[in-house]
């Protein structure tokens, strides 16, 4: 069974500290309903660092394929997402003044368990796309749209006509 790493996020901040690994993607339950199959692991690393204003920082990163099915065709896709952010730990307060000044800085509530697989799990999900499709050129229904313009009408009729 896969561990689930916890840290108390200021701690780890304050001292620089560093997590990293491999999590199966089955791991991840709130990203796996939005998946078409659970194959896969998501590389991820987590690093502690303190800011100039002497705020305590998450760096968060992570790389996985998500394979999901293409929303126009429904066919099978992979998705590669890669997210690397800094998330500033605060406090309730500091939150509360935030929201209110409607701040752009990234933060999170400061835990002294947090749980690291499910932080980088709502990271991706906020990056997920709400229908999820194929580059141009890949998807099949474009592809079959394409087959479908090319051919001349007149060629099927040409392949009807009896040789005498
Ligand atoms: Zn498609």
């Given at each position: 069974?896969?561990?689930?790493?916890?840290?108390?996020?200021?701690?780890?901040?304050?001292?620089?500290?560093?997590?990293?690994?491999?999590?199966?993607?089955?791991?991840?339950?709130?990203?796996?309903?939005?998946?078409?199959?659970?194959?896969?692991?998501?590389?991820f690393?987590?690093?502690?660092?303190?800011?100039?204003?002497?705020?305590?920082?998450?760096?968060?990163?992570?790389?996985?394929?998500?394979?999901?099915?293409?929303?126009?065709?429904?066919?099978?896709?992979?998705?590669?997402?890669?997210?690397?952010?800094?998330?500033?730990?605060?406090?309730?307060?500091?939150?509360?003044?935030?929201?209110?000044?409607?701040?752009?800085?990234?933060?999170?509530l400061?835990?002294?368990?947090?749980?690291?697989?499910?932080?980088?799990?709502?990271?991706?999900?906020?990056?997920?796309?709400?229908?999820?499709?194929?580059?141009?050129?890949q998807?099949?229904?474009?592809?079959?749209?394409?087959?479908?313009?090319?051919?001349?009408?007149?060629?099927?009729?040409?392949?009807?006509?009896?040789?005498?």
């Amino acid at each position: 069974m896969y561990a689930r790493p916890f840290i108390d996020s200021l701690d780890f901040a304050r001292n620089g500290n560093l997590i990293n690994g491999s999590v199966p993607i089955e791991e991840l339950h709130r990203l796996v309903d939005a998946l078409n199959d659970r194959q896969g692991s998501m590389q991820f690393a987590v690093r502690g660092s303190v800011n100039k204003q002497d705020g305590a920082v998450l760096r968060v990163s992570a790389q996985v394929d998500l394979h999901l099915l293409c929303q126009r065709c429904l066919e099978k896709m992979v998705l590669p997402v890669v997210i690397d952010t800094q998330l500033l730990l605060c406090s309730q307060a500091e939150l509360d003044i935030l929201e209110d000044e409607g701040d752009e800085v990234d933060c999170i509530l400061a835990d002294t368990n947090l749980d690291v697989i499910a932080l980088l799990e709502e990271e991706i999900l906020l990056t997920l796309p709400i229908a999820p499709r194929h580059e141009a050129g890949q998807c099949e229904v474009a592809k079959n749209d394409k087959l479908a313009a090319g051919k001349n009408p007149f060629a099927v009729l040409a392949g009807l006509k009896v040789v005498k």
